[in-house]
């Protein structure tokens, strides 16, 4: 299906950053974060910057991104099964977190619902960069929560020194799952080859106790949709295979490409997908049958990155970046048939100049194309076939003095939307954010930030168009996968958001510490909230627009103790209210966590626990969920073998055998999260 109404290369997305940044890596050596443009350091940014890489990246990547980054400050993950972890940020999920792969939006269906497993892989990621607060001005309305960007490297920016090898076995035994791994990178001249494969499988995931929450079933835990000890019809398999080239210019710059295939096959988890009440045997074993739904998804990447350097004396950088996904899932009912099928085939592309009149201030301005063609079609169809397209422009400077840095800047977006055979009326959106911010270096040791802005998104294809002109519930068309009647509206304008940020950072010897304070006033905030009713059985989900505030706290210290052993602490909480709907749905409980670590020659050892407290605010027609608390253990050992090194690591996940279920879950009431478990693997590299 053609969808560019431009040719390919005529449009370009910006590549600047609201909150430019560098990342401290475990060598020392420091990086440009991949979602910035402009060279300052994170000492130097206003807003929270959250970078893990090397070994901290690896003892954190899991199967899914949310749960990877969702001990992080800020950070929450937002489960449905095992196969499933969108990352939340500050609250904000869905389709307020923009989610990139090596700077371009992933362009899948995971922001479209809950149940979606997002295209990326944590495991085969050298550095994962999370923006927390609004990032419009970098990637538009999609952004008006957070950005979350999963660097692989794929495509080499330059000439490697040696050939690179990874190989890595690993086993949970939470689902029984199995994880191989491996990436090779090498060089011929001026060309750099990348390749790099995963497999997995897993089973049905172990919990203790029941699955269903008994306030979900009446108090009866014996229901046919509950199980005990595990989670029925949580197994699956997934696989990635990449291949990439570039060329590395002498005068430095690049020019590649890259192709990555992916393909996941799982299940969601009963419970949910209630059903009406049956009168006999047999339509109750095929109402149980109903239950067990699986998705069944694949997904083509191309991508073109190129870098040129000090074409002009005030042109510090010129890069473009054009990616194609061919994705799509099917949603497999028990019987067998496939209820509905989500696809996106998407073209996106940046172009960004970066410019550096002095030492004292730089700048960056850019242009964004997307076009897009979402559907979700069958029996069960209830999105049109929806022509998306948008465009953007931005400017960012930054400016730098003795004790002081300001940033500002702006970007005006063009969004619109063209449903196919359908009587729902097109829609278009201009949208217009602008940002400004300041960092008082107040001494050597203590740095105060201040950020302001105003930012907007227009709605998403399933805001507007959800069962689409529906007069009657009992003619809802039924998202069997999540479980739910969900009714959006045409009629939806922009939301716009007011968010103030202030920092304040500490570092001295052996102590460094932050604390974050945030504030952002919505008006017109588009939420799913349940109505109370039901069609057919399923509780109805109405998108709903309403003016809302949500105000946080974040709080992180690390004491080093000597010189092998540091104490690290880390606090959260987010409140949301919306005006006229009482508490926002699925908002994360407060939680205060701890780490004590010892890193010596070859091992490294860590015990961490982390408490989060009962959300009694759950929302409209929602229950909340209880305090749990979660103890991990974990050791690595490192030897050099040959010209390698060989690392073993074991965890010991969730010691108490604690029943978690994460207030920001659609599924808490029937998905809890594992329960005591052993992970253990091998990683060899050269």
Not at 58 to 77: D, I, K, M, V, Y
Not at 159 to 167: E, G, H, R, V, Y
Not at 347 to 366: V, Y
Request: proline share 4%.
């Amino acid at each position: 299906m053609q969808i560019f109404r431009t040719p390919p290369f005529a449009l370009g997305l910006l590549a600047v950053a609201l909150t430019p940044a560098y990342a401290q890596t475990n060598s020392g050596e420091i990086e440009e974060l991949i979602t910035t443009a402009i060279h300052v350091r994170s000492s130097e940014t206003a807003l929270p910057v959250t970078v893990l890489s090397g070994d901290e990246l690896h003892e954190a990547a899991s199967a899914t991104l949310g749960e990877t980054l969702g001990s992080q400050p800020g950070l929450n993950n937002a489960s449905f099964g095992p196969a499933v972890g969108q990352t939340v940020v500050r609250g904000q999920q869905g389709r307020r977190v923009m989610n990139l792969s090596n700077g371009m939006p992933i362009a899948d269906a995971s922001g479209n619902s809950a149940d979606h497993a997002q295209t990326v892989e944590a495991i085969l990621a050298t550095t994962l960069e999370v923006l927390r607060g609004p990032s419009t001005l970098l990637y538009g309305g999609g952004a008006i929560g957070g950005v979350v960007n999963v660097g692989d490297r794929r495509i080499a920016s330059s000439i490697p020194s040696a050939p690179a090898l990874a190989l890595e076995s690993r086993y949970d035994g939470a689902s029984d799952l199995s994880t191989t791994v491996g990436s090779l990178e090498f060089s011929h001249g001026n060309l750099v080859w990348h390749f790099d494969g995963l497999y997995r499988q897993w089973n049905d995931l172990k919990i203790p106790g029941f699955a269903s929450d008994p306030r979900y079933l009446d108090g009866d835990t014996h229901s046919e949709t509950n199980s005990e000890g595990f989670i029925a019809n949580t197994g699956g398999r997934g696989n990635s295979a990449s291949g990439a080239v570039s060329w590395v210019f002498d005068q430095g710059g690049h020019l590649g490409l890259a192709y990555n295939k992916q393909e996941n096959f799982y299940g969601l988890p009963p419970g949910a997908h209630g059903h009406e009440e049956s009168e006999d045997a047999d339509q109750e074993e095929a109402a149980e049958a109903e239950e067990f739904v699986h998705i069944d998804m694949q997904r083509e990447r191309y991508d073109l990155d190129g870098e040129w350097l000090d074409l002009a004396p005030w042109a510090e950088r010129l890069s473009y970046k054009l990616s194609y996904t061919d994705y799509a899932h099917s949603e497999i009912e028990g019987d067998g048939a496939t209820g509905t099928r989500f696809s996106n085939e998407s073209w996106q592309q940046r172009l960004q100049i970066t410019h550096t009149d002095s030492p004292e201030r730089h700048g960056a301005l850019g242009l964004q194309r997307a076009d897009e063609v979402f559907a979700a079609v069958g029996e069960e169809s209830f999105i049109p076939v929806t022509d998306i397209a948008s465009t953007g422009l931005f400017l960012v400077e930054d400016f730098h003095l003795t004790n002081l840095t300001f940033e500002g800047g702006g970007r005006i977006n063009r969004d619109q939307y063209t449903p196919q055979s359908s009587p729902a009326p097109a829609r278009g959106f201009t949208t217009y954010s602008l940002s400004g911010s300041a960092l008082w270096d107040m001494n050597a040791a203590t740095t105060l930030g201040l950020s302001l802005s105003r930012s907007q998104r227009a709605p998403s294809v399933e805001e507007l168009y959800s069962n689409y002109d529906l007069n009657d519930l009992e003619t809802c068309v039924i998202h069997h996968a999540s479980g739910s009647c969900e009714i959006g509206d045409s009629g939806f304008g922009a939301e716009t958001s007011f968010n103030t940020d202030l920092t304040l950072s500490f570092n001295y010897e052996r102590f460094d510490a932050t604390l974050t304070a945030f504030y952002n006033r919505f008006n017109d905030y588009i939420g799913q909230v349940a109505t109370g009713e039901e069609a057919e059985g399923f509780p109805v989900l109405a998108y709903a627009q309403d003016d809302a505030r949500f105000t946080g706290l974040e709080v992180s210290a690390d004491w080093q103790l000597g010189l092998a052993y540091k104490l690290s602490l880390f606090g959260d909480l987010v409140r949301g209210h919306l005006d006229n709907l009482g508490d926002a749905p699925r908002m994360p409980a407060a939680r205060i966590g701890t780490e004590l670590r010892y890193d010596g020659a070859n091992w490294s050892l860590f015990a961490s626990a982390q408490h989060a407290f009962a959300q009694d605010r759950a929302g409209q027609f929602e229950l909340g969920t209880a305090a749990w608390t979660r103890v991990d253990l974990g050791a690595d050992y490192t030897l050099n073998v040959g010209a390698g090194e060989l690392l073993l690591f074991a965890r010991a996940h969730n010691l108490t055998n604690e029943d978690i279920r994460l207030a920001t879950s659609y599924l808490r009431g029937f998905a809890p999260e594992a329960g005591r478990a052993l992970e253990a693997g091998v990683r060899y590299s050269f």
